[in-house]
C-alpha cells in the first residue's frame, strides 16, 4: 500500500493561487486539499491542476438545510473527478434521528458518485466526539470518516486513554487522515517536534498506524494523509504583536517527512 501526503491550501490563501500550486509541487507533495475553487478562480484553477500533475480532495462544508447543502456542493466537486471528497458535516445538536437520516442520504450520494466521501470528526459537527462517532458507525455500517482526532482529544481533555474500543471502531473506518496533532487543551499545539509535545505525537502516530494497518488489510491502494496544521487561530501567536509562534509552512513539512520516516514501520 502506498502512502500519499497531500498539503492543505488551508493558511496558503494570501499567496497567489500559481505559488500555491508551485510550492507544493517543489515540495513534494503528492497533492492537495482544498475547498472548490470559486467561479472566478475556476479556469486558472483547472491550468494548473493540468501543468503541476497534482492530485486532490475536496472540503465541502453543510449548513443550513444540510442533505440539500451537501448536494449541491458534493455536485459540483465532481465536475473536477477529485480523488475524494471530505465532508464537515451535519451539527452537534441535531437530534440523533435527523442525523442518521442525513447520512442515509449522505451515502446514497456517495454510491452515485462513485468516489469516496469521508465525514469529519470535527468540533461542531455530529462525529464531534468519540462516542457520538461510535454510534453512527455501528448504526451505518458503508460510513466512513476523516481521521482528525485533534478535535476528539481538546473536546475530551485527554490523550482518549480511556476510549480504547471506541478509537478501535474509528480506526477501522477511516479512510483519510487529516495528521494535526491535537491535545488536551486545544486541536493543535504549536510544533508537534517540540519535546513538550510527544505524548501527544506519540499517541496519534499511534492511531495513524492503526489507520495504516487497516487499510492495508483491508485491500486499499494507498491511505492519503495531510498534515493540516491551521494558520493563526489555529496557530498560536504572541499576545499583543499576533506574531505565530512558528511557521505553518515548516511545521507542514515536518509533519510530512516524520509520517514518510514513519511509513515503513507501520506496515513491517
Known sequence: MKLKVYKSLWGMDHLPLEQQFKLVSEAGYAGFESPVPS????????ELVQRYGLEYCFTVYTSGDHKDSFKQQVDRALTFSPMLINAHSAKDDMPYEQQLEFYRYALDIEKSAGIPIVHETHRGR???TPWSAERLLKDLPDLNICADFSHWCCVCESLLEDQVSRMKIATERARFVHARVGHQEGPQVNHPAAPEHAA????????????????????????????????PGYLQTAPFSQEPVSDLW????????????????WLA
Not at 492511531?207 to 496544521?229: K, M, S
Not at 515548516?250 to 514501520?265: P, R
Request: negative net charge; glycine residues 6%; charged residues 25%.
Open 39 to 46: 467561479q472566478a478562480d475556476e479556469p486558472l484553477f483547472r
Open 200 to 231: 501527544a505525537l506519540a499517541a496519534h502516530t499511534a492511531w495513524w498506524r492503526d489507520i495504516a494497518r487497516n487499510r492495508r488489510d483491508q485491500g486499499a491502494e494507498y491511505l492519503i494523509l495531510v498534515p493540516e496544521f491551521g494558520p
Open 126 to 128: 455530529a462525529m464531534f
Open 250 to 265: 515548516e511545521v507542514c513539512l515536518w509533519m510530512k517527512n516524520h509520517l514518510e520516516s514513519q511509513w515503513d514501520g
